[in-house]
């Protein structure tokens, strides 16, 4: 990987700056985090005022029925006026904020057709991923900030395939889908683009920002508490006793469920026209109940609609995990898990068969390490990165080579990895090892860029992490069409 230019892509400088501005940290403190956290600071000093001020009327009308309590009385009034025209604005502009993120969200990930939406979601995935350390010490707190977008691209897709597999029950969005059919949908975009963005306004919105709030609670001061102690010393990501956890979900939801209402609240109507206004404010009031409801099933979602946010959750918390067992190599168990959440009945199995359907078993931008099918003998294994949606089966990634002959190329060509040639599966990995260590050790020379990397890997990798090589500007083109 000689004469390296370490720069992005605009693409990838659109997905960085997107993710910043959801759950980064920033000198504006204008992220959907940041802003969440300062209306719960804000929230708790404005409370204590009013309770303060409230007090001191009690106290004085106890004493004597004097003008000082008319004027603390008074007093009150306008500071609670104040207190509700400001908290109006604040919210309204937060609504704003949040809404033209999801609208920029839907732009990266959908497509004039069903086919262009996976492949626009396929890359807005990788990237996610590829960007994404998968070694060091920022793993937890990166995969944090990562993974309300990445989640929210998934809904998408998930809702998609559940509409077109004719699984959806919901009344909301039944009714907005109106007389549209399974093969209407597919080609909806294309076909009958105001039909497609109505159906945007009133569910994929919606959607896309209950994705991106449903954590949003554990940013209040009682849920850091239990993430970080009192004194806000221990690791926010550490496993939790299981009394704590309770305490935490119960904390995160109730939060969040209220800064949905007070903090986002619904749409404003703008413009002078008391019927449109009356429609306005009924369409963004059920928009805001769907959201809700959205939140409130995902935490018991059995069959639910719930499972349109609780899958893609489960799935995001194993890809970008923030436990210390993160294992990059383990990434592809990621269905193992959902299906024993499924058997338990945390999700609904027909809801995960639907996802892993999309996504089959190796996550987007994950690095696979083959056999080649051309070479009658197997003496050389090659790298390739998972860059499509909709694999045939689910055990085999559609993949853009990275590697060939041993060399890193940057317009590779787009390829299926069977399981007989994927070096992640054991019988691959048993049927490669007569290979000697010599020639090993000469392949992993070729493919490794210094020796102190060389020591920590396998001398038969069963992946390969694909950060380093993406973090060069010509080989973030994953997604082009390959020559």
């Known amino acids: 990987m000689e004469n390296k230019t370490y720069s992005d892509s605009y693409f990838t400088s659109q997905v960085k700056s997107l993710l910043s501005r959801i759950y980064g940290h920033s000198q504006l403190n204008d992220s959907v985090l940041e802003r969440a956290i300062e209306y719960y600071e804000k929230q708790s000093f404005i409370e204590h005022k009013l309770d303060e001020l409230k007090q001191n009327i009690e106290k004085v009308s106890r004493q004597t029925a004097t003008d000082k309590a008319k004027t603390l009385r008074v007093r009150l009034e306008r500071e609670q006026r104040n207190y509700y025209e400001e908290l109006r604005f604040e919210r309204n502009e937060r609504h704003q904020h949040l809404y033209k993120l999801c609208k920029e969200i839907i732009k990266l990930s959908e497509g004039d057709c069903f086919e262009d939406s996976n492949r626009k979601s396929s890359q807005l995935l990788g990237t996610i991923q590829l960007v994404s350390p998968t070694q060091g010490r920022k793993i937890a707190l990166t995969n944090e900030q990562h993974k309300p977008l990445y989640k929210s691209v998934l809904c998408l897709r998930l809702l998609d395939r559940l509409c077109m597999d004719q699984h959806i029950v919901e ?34 919105i919606p959607l896309v920002m209950a994705a991106l709030l449903q954590d949003i609670g554990n940013n209040h001061p009682e849920s850091l508490v239990i993430l970080r102690g009192a004194d806000y010393q221990k690791d926010p990501h550490r ?46 009031h059920k928009k805001l109940l769907f959201i809700k409801h959205l939140l409130k099933s995902a935490v018991n979602p059995k069959k639910g609609i719930g499972n349109l946010l609780k899958v893609p959750q489960i799935y995001s918390s194993i890809i970008l995990s923030t436990k210390d067992s993160y294992n990059y190599k383990l990434l592809p168990k990621v269905y193992y898990v959902l299906n024993q959440n499924a058997e338990r009945g945390a999700c609904c199995q027909a809801v995960v068969n639907a996802l892993t ?60 990895i069977k399981k007989s040639a994927n070096l992640y599966f054991t019988e691959t990995a048993k049927s490669f090892s007569t290979i000697s260590k010599e020639r090993l050790h000469e392949i992993l020379e070729l493919l490794v860029s210094n020796s102190h990397e060389r020591k920590q890997l396998d001398l038969l990798p069963r992946c390969w992490q694909p950060g380093e090589f993406f973090s060069v500007n010509i080989n973030q083109k994953l997604w082009n069409k390959a020559k």
């Open 171 to 204: 009344p909301y969005i039944k009714s907005a889908l109106g007389d549209i059919n399974a093969e209407q949908y597919q080609t909806l975009a294309e076909d009958n683009p105001e039909a497609y963005q109505a159906f945007v306004e009133k569910v994929k």
């Open 239 to 284: 496993t939790l006793p299981i009394e704590e956890r309770k305490a935490l979900l119960q904390i995160n939801y109730r939060e969040t469920v209220k800064y949905l209402i007070d903090g986002i609240g619904a749409g404003i109507y703008i413009g002078n026209s008391k019927k449109d206004r009356d429609e306005h404010n009924v369409v963004e």
């Open 357 to 416: 359907k999309i996504t089959g078993h190796f996550p987007q931008g994950y690095g696979v390490t083959y056999v080649p099918y051309e070479q009658d003998i197997n003496d050389r294994y090659e790298y390739a990165i998972v860059s499509q949606l909709y694999p045939a089966n689910a055990d085999y990634p559609i993949c853009r080579t990275a590697t060939r002959n041993l060399a890193f190329i940057s317009h590779g060509q787009e390829i299926v």
